[in-house]
């Protein structure tokens, strides 16, 4: 496969390395993927660009899961959208969904709405199930008005303590009559092997007392010349078309010597089907489940992709108890 058989090409991680750098990478751009969710839901237009964020720093982050293993992103606080969930399957799947008050969002309104306007204050969880055993590991980030790439970086710094740089843009393009969502973003990190040379900068000398002079340590050269360069991706650069991932790597670091490995593909695909909800109703008691039934029959609808599961009560009844004798 060579590098031009992806040229802009969506629903698409490309991992990269800039070896002289000690910088490795991926760059995601995403298409019908997020737009087939986006326009499922028919979400307020801010609400849409939130998810579309928070689907291609999901992306960038599960599709690190080498063999099975699931990423989940979420979201609770007291903005007007007050939940977010993104799941990733490894190796490819994506699913997405999010809460929100109409009335609190619509008190907002303008076109420069940021992501940590939106989401206000609570946190944000990265949840990563991964191994033969699908063990648990689970990061917490303070959500305190700051943008979805800020609590991204410090995620990072807290939970695996790599120095990493994310940047995330969503755009609408009008094609075929319709307008169509689409996302990208990259991530980068430093990764040398000398673990020393991964010791990042204290906090910003604005936070430092009087008289404190900056850092205490200086960061590596390296790290700051590969985050500088990736300061000056514009968001257009993330979701153009017209601008194909390995184009925006090369003028990042034509300079160092990039090299791009085989893409990923990735699809919008819920994980929902009647054994899982069979599954889910188990969990419910007896009594719960009688109180479920409406018009004789038990209606569950997958938040995540809306399909709809129309069961027959005693059908269900009956699999749980065939189910509990095995
Ligand atoms: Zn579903």
């Known amino acids: 496969m060579t590098v031009a058989d992806f040229e802009g090409v969506d629903d698409l991680v490309l991992p990269f390395s800039v070896e002289p750098l000690d910088v490795r990478g991926r760059v995601v751009r995403l298409g019908a993927a997020v737009d087939t ?5 028919g979400y307020p237009d801010a609400v849409a660009r939130l998810i579309g964020e928070a689907a291609a720093l999901t992306v960038l982050l599960g599709t690190s899961l080498k063999f099975e293993g699931r990423f989940q992103l979420q979201t609770k606080s007291d903005g007007p959208v007050d939940m977010v969930v993104v799941d990733f399957d490894a190796p490819d799947r994506l699913r997405a969904c999010a809460r929100f008050d109409a009335e609190r969002l619509s008190a ?6 940021k992501s940590g306007d939106l989401l206000g204050h609570g946190h944000l969880a990265m949840t990563i199930e991964a191994g033969p055993e699908l063990s648990r590991y689970q990061g917490v980030v303070p959500l305190e008005g700051q943008p979805l790439e800020e609590a991204a970086h410090q995620y ?12 995330l843009a969503v755009a609408q393009q ?6 169509a969502y689409r996302a990208g973003g990259m991530l980068v990190q430093f990764l040398p092997s000398s673990p ?5 900068a204290d ?9 404190h002079v900056g850092a205490e ?25 017209n601008v194909s991932s390995e184009r925006l790597l090369y003028r990042l670091f034509h300079e160092r010597g990039v090299r791009v490995f085989e893409g990923q593909p990735v699809h919008e695909e819920c994980r929902c089907s009647h054994a899982r909800i ?4 188990t969990r419910f008691s007896a009594d719960d489940r009688a109180h479920m039934v409406e018009g004789g029959r038990i209606r569950i609808t997958c938040e995540f992709c809306s399909r709809a599961y129309d069961l027959d009560p005693a059908e269900v009844e009956a699999e749980i108890a065939t189910s509990a004798e095995r």
Do not use: N
Not at 278 to 281: A, L
């Open 217 to 241: 340590h200086a960061e590596d050269d390296a790290w700051v010349e590969a985050r500088a360069l990736v300061d000056t991706v514009e968001d257009h650069e993330l979701v153009d078309p």
């Open 37 to 41: 969710i986006l326009a499922r839901h």
């Open 278 to 281: 069979m599954t889910m109703m």
């Open 156 to 167: 990072f710094r807290q939970s695996e303590q790599i120095p990493t740089r994310v940047r």
């Open 203 to 211: 906090l910003p000398p604005g936070d430092a007392p009087q008289g």
């Open 196 to 200: 020393e040379r991964m010791r990042q």
């Open 108 to 113: 907002l309104a303008g076109a420069s709405v």
């Open 174 to 179: 009008f094609e075929a009559g319709r307008s």
